[in-house]
């Protein structure tokens, strides 16, 4: 069967599936629970609330403050994003545009890569991911995803930028997944989100979404569509890869062999049209109880906490419960956070990654010294204590319930 006819047969059979679980989900009247297996999130009944906020004591059962090592050979200015090759911690810095590796316990361990245009480096620093079933390790520069081994050893380069470029994709980040390299983003001339797998070879494996072939492709470019480009996003969780976008109202999830399942209804109620509110993708973790997730806000004729403006936010959906809470915004460090009631640090905690049980925050040592001075927390005053305006950051551990 030729590629487009097996696309557009499979984007059917998923569209019809979709529409029986959407009439589904209407017949019931609003339920937040279930709906043929699939989880229903109630965003837009949270938001019509009272704003319960979300307390780390409710999700968590344990903080611990682990400092990054500090020397001159690998400081860290703007943590972007970390993650879990084996036993080590990979750390990409914005400033530096570096990766570094360090040990769970803080130690400075060494480089992935290095920046450059030879065999193995990468030119300019875009994004990170790390493969779960093999630890590899994959920096992603615009033109290339160069991958290295969990110990930070280079592997092979993966050249896929051109091929986006030729089919006219805005390629805005790439996951690792198994054998497959998941290129997430839009179409450059019609901004529907959608994936495209591939292997090592650059060979088209599977696309999640519509795609334009290379002789379809306009000459002329429409004008962005309100909210801006609806790139596809991703995240893993227990091994499989999710995918989500701001103008789809479900979460749907693959296996490594490629099989798709729908995983979450996002129900937004009367957040829609001139108030539409849409989950975005940045900052999404998931664990074994909670998911995480931010939403935005398409209109100034909504705004999350009026007081302040703010046309995006952060909310926890509990598993359990089948329930969402939404994260209080600290206004002194001008961002969201759960507000940390477990050890009287009195910092918000807002996790930039998950691994196993637990989620993990990086805070700049001067910040982290400021609400030491503030807390009751005597394992925070002892990890300050040790510390100057000039240290690396603090790695915040919190482990799940």
Do not use: W
Request: negative net charge; contains cysteine.
């Amino acid at each position: 069967m030729p590629f487009m006819m097996h696309r557009i047969l499979r984007s059917l059979f998923y569209s019809l599936a979709l529409f029986a679980v959407i009439i589904s989900f209407a017949a019931c009247s609003g339920s937040n629970e279930n709906i043929g297996g699939v989880k229903v999130i109630p965003i837009g009944e949270t938001l019509e609330g009272s704003h319960k906020f979300a307390k780390m004591s409710d999700y968590f059962s344990g903080i611990d403050y682990i400092p990054l090592q500090t020397d001159s050979i690998c400081m860290l200015g703007n943590v972007y994003n970390l993650g879990f090759p084996g036993d080590n911690i990979v750390i990409a810095d914005a400033v530096s545009r570096r990766c570094m590796l360090f040990g769970k316990d803080g130690s400075f361990k060494g480089f992935v890569g290095d920046l450059g245009n030879a065999n193995g480096e990468y030119s300019i620093f875009m994004d990170l991911s790390v493969n779960p079933f093999n630890g590899e390790i994959g920096v992603y520069d615009f033109r290339k995803v160069v991958v290295y081994d969990r110990n930070g050893n280079f592997v092979r380069n993966v050249v896929c930028g051109d091929m986006a470029s030729e089919r006219g994709f805005f390629l805005a980040s790439v996951e690792l997944f198994d054998k497959y390299y998941v290129m997430n983003g839009c179409d450059y001339y019609n901004d529907d989100a959608y994936s495209i797998f591939i292997d090592e070879n650059v060979n088209i494996v599977h696309v999640d979404g519509q795609i334009a072939e290379p002789d379809n492709l306009s000459n002329e470019r429409p004008p962005v569509r309100l909210g801006g480009r609806d790139a596809a996003k991703a995240y893993i969780f227990d091994n499989e890869l999710y995918i989500l976008s701001k103008r789809a109202d479900t979460i749907f999830s693959y296996n490594n062999s490629l099989q798709k399942t729908p995983r979450y209804i996002l129900d937004y109620g009367k957040f829609v049209g001139e108030k539409r509110v849409a989950i975005n993708g940045v900052r999404t973790y998931e664990s074994d109880n909670i998911l995480l997730f931010g939403l935005f806000t398409f209109s100034n004729r909504f705004a999350f906490m009026h007081e302040y403006k703010l046309t995006m936010c952060y909310m926890v959906y509990s598993k359990q419960s089948g329930k969402t809470e939404m994260l209080p915004y600290d206004v002194s460090a001008r961002k969201y956070g759960f507000e940390n009631d477990i050890d009287g640090s009195g910092m918000s905690f807002l996790p930039m990654a998950v691994e196993g049980n637990a989620m993990y925050q990086v805070v700049d040592s001067y910040r982290f010294i400021e609400c030491a001075e503030r807390s009751n927390s005597a394992k925070m005053k002892a990890v300050a204590a040790t510390l100057t305006d000039e240290s690396n950051p603090v790695l915040v551990k919190a482990v799940l319930k």
